[in-house]
């Protein structure tokens, strides 16, 4: 692999764009947690967009992501209506990376640019990751606008 790297890529289909956080279990989340959640998220009102990534870096944890400036800003307004509406309350911009990993290495890479990776992003999909595991479980998919 280029630059030294020795890490595992991750499986192509766990590759996600985390928007929202909201907590660390090994259990499912409560039917109530998950409608709660989808309702909150349903009232996210944003047309469909493009997004890209456009460089490639590492982070100081050891991901190696894909990322990007301009061609990352309706990630940056989803994630910030995404977060006011699960929070229950709109609150100032919050510090908010958009990126996807593709893997885990102790090797550093400097940010350089790449051909864009790009495409329309045209729903939310909440996600149970069960930790440890490599699994991810669909708990609901609501469309944007």
Same mark, same amino acid.
């Given at each position: 692999?280029?630059?030294?790297?020795?890490?595992?890529?991750?499986?192509?289909?766990?590759?996600?764009?985390?928007?929202?956080?909201?907590?660390?279990?090994?259990?499912?989340?409560?039917?109530?947690?998950?409608? !709660?959640?989808?309702?909150?998220?349903?009232?996210?009102?944003?047309?469909?967009?493009?997004?890209?990534? %456009?460089?490639?870096? +590492?982070?100081?944890?050891?991901?190696?992501?894909? +990322?990007?400036? %301009?061609?990352?800003?309706?990630?940056?307004?989803?994630?910030?209506?995404?977060? %006011?509406?699960?929070?229950?309350?709109?609150?100032?911009?919050?510090?908010?990376?958009?990126?996807?990993?593709?893997?885990?290495?102790?090797?550093?890479?400097?940010?350089?640019?790449?051909?864009?990776?790009?495409?329309? !992003?045209?729903?939310?999909?909440?996600?149970?990751?069960?930790?440890?595991?490599?699994?991810h479980r669909y708990v609901?998919?609501?469309?944007?606008?």
């Amino acid at each position: 692999m280029s630059h030294g790297l020795t890490g595992k890529p991750l499986q192509k289909e766990h590759f996600h764009v985390t928007l929202f956080h909201v907590g660390d279990d090994i259990c499912d989340p409560s039917p109530e947690l998950v409608d !709660v959640l989808t309702e909150r998220a349903a009232r996210v009102v944003m047309p469909s967009f493009r997004a890209a990534f %456009d460089r490639v870096m +590492s982070f100081r944890n050891g991901a190696l992501v894909l +990322s990007g400036d %301009d061609s990352v800003i309706g990630l940056e307004i989803l994630q910030q209506r995404l977060s %006011d509406a699960l929070d229950g309350r709109p609150r100032p911009a919050r510090s908010f990376t958009p990126h996807m990993t593709l893997l885990r290495d102790r090797q550093q890479v400097a940010a350089h640019p790449i051909e864009p990776v790009s495409w329309t !992003v045209r729903e939310v999909v909440l996600v149970h990751s069960l930790l440890g595991r490599t699994t991810h479980r669909y708990v609901a998919r609501l469309p944007l606008a």
